[in-house]
């Protein structure tokens, strides 16, 4: 089948599995989702990975895990934003580069600053998001695994980034009063 074909039914299957919020275990798409995401085509795998981290169950887990290494970034990301909101601590690592202003802007090679900064901005967003999301649904381990990185962005330049952090440190599972930027002690 031609890429594009693939790539717009790994986004219809992930639009379908999202609307379902994790109920989607079907082994057929899992399986399909699983070939496609070691596809030699990188932007087919981040768009298998993506739609994969909206199934539920292990198998999908499972392929999920194994895509963290690989050899394109953005495919590494969508995995590990999707075993970030299950609270799966195999996304630490990759969670914690995400969370990382100065090695995104390392990494991240865009040439227009803007949009530079609007990426790195996305990617750190997805990744606060799928730790709220994991906190949200009883999983609070990873978070406060990578509380100091969070920690870190409540300094961060991006408006929406440093309010992500600090409401996700705020948040019960995560909260210690007296470490909070303008938290009065008294």
């Known amino acids: 089948q031609p890429e594009a074909v693939r790539i717009a039914a790994a986004a219809s299957l992930a ?22 995401g070691e ?25 999920l895990r194994a895509r963290l290494d690989d050899e394109d970034r ?8 999707a075993l970030g909101r299950r609270g799966d601590l195999k996304a630490q690592a ?11 802007n390392k990494a991240i090679t865009i040439e227009s ?4 900064h609007n990426k790195i ?11 709220q999301t ?3 649904h009883g999983h609070p381990e990873l978070a406060r695994a990578l509380k100091p990185d969070v920690s870190e962005l409540t300094r961060s330049g991006l408006v929406s ?10 948040s019960e599972a995560l909260r210690d009063h007296s470490s909070l930027p303008g938290h009065d002690a008294r």
């Open 113 to 116: 600053e803007s949009e530079k």
């Open 161 to 170: 980034v440093r309010n992500k952090a600090l409401a996700l440190l705020r």
């Open 39 to 63: 596809d030699s085509d990188a932007e087919l795998r981040q768009m298998a990975v993506y739609a994969l981290g909206f199934f539920g169950g292990e198998p999908a887990a499972r392929l």
């Open 134 to 136: 994991s906190i949200d």
């Open 15 to 36: 639009k379908h599995a999202a609307r379902l919020d994790g109920r989607l275990d079907d082994p057929r798409a899992v399986r399909a989702l699983g070939v496609a």
């Open 94 to 104: 990759t969670l914690r580069e995400m969370l990382s202003p100065a090695g995104l």
């Open 74 to 81: 953005f495919v590494r990301y969508n995995a590990a934003v």
């Open 121 to 131: 901005e996305a990617i750190e967003l997805e990744a606060l998001t799928a730790l």
